[in-house]
C-alpha cells in the first residue's frame, strides 16, 4: 500500500515550490561568490614582469603577453610560458575552490581535496597571486 500522503498534490506542490525557492537561492549565491572572487579571469605575470597569462572563466588560455626583450630570449621563453599557463591553472582551480567550498558550506571539505592533489609549489604560488 503506498502512503496516501506523497500523493497528495498541494504537498507535492509545496515541495516543488521549495526546491525551486532553494534553487535560486543557491543561483543567487553563486553569483555572488562569481562577483565577490572575480571568476571571470585570472591572470599571471612572470616575476620579471615581461610574460604574461591571463584564463579566462572556463579556465583556459584566453591571452599570453610577452614583452620585446622576452622574445629575444627564445631559449628560456617556452619553459616560462609552460610554467605560467600551470600556475594560472593552479590559480583558477584555488580560486574555483574556494567559491565551491564558500557554495557548499562545510558539506565537502572542496579545499583539502585540492591541497591533496595539486604540488605544494604551485599550490603556495596560486593563493599568492589570489592575495595580490
Known sequence: MSDR???DPAAMMRRLEQMQAEAEA???KYSE???????????????DGRIRVKLDAD?????IGID?????????????????????TATHAVKTAQMA??????KIDVMA??????????RDRARDNLDR
Not at 561568490?33 to 616575476?47: C, H, I, K, N
Not at 579556465?59 to 591571452?63: C, L, N, Q, S, T
Not at 567550498?101 to 562545510?106: E, M
Not at 581535496?113 to 604551485?122: G, I, K, N, S, W
Open 5 to 7: 500522503r506523497s500523493m
Open 26 to 28: 543557491m543561483l543567487a
Open 33 to 47: 561568490l562569481r562577483a565577490e572572487f572575480g571568476a571571470d579571469t585570472v591572470e599571471v605575470v612572470s616575476e
Open 59 to 63: 579556465g583556459k588560455v584566453a591571452e
Open 68 to 88: 620585446e626583450h622576452a622574445m629575444r630570449l627564445r631559449q628560456s621563453l617556452a619553459p616560462t610560458i609552460i610554467a605560467l599557463i600551470e600556475e594560472a
Open 101 to 106: 567550498q564558500a557554495l557548499i558550506g562545510d
Open 113 to 122: 581535496l585540492v591541497d591533496r592533489d595539486m604540488p605544494e609549489h604551485l
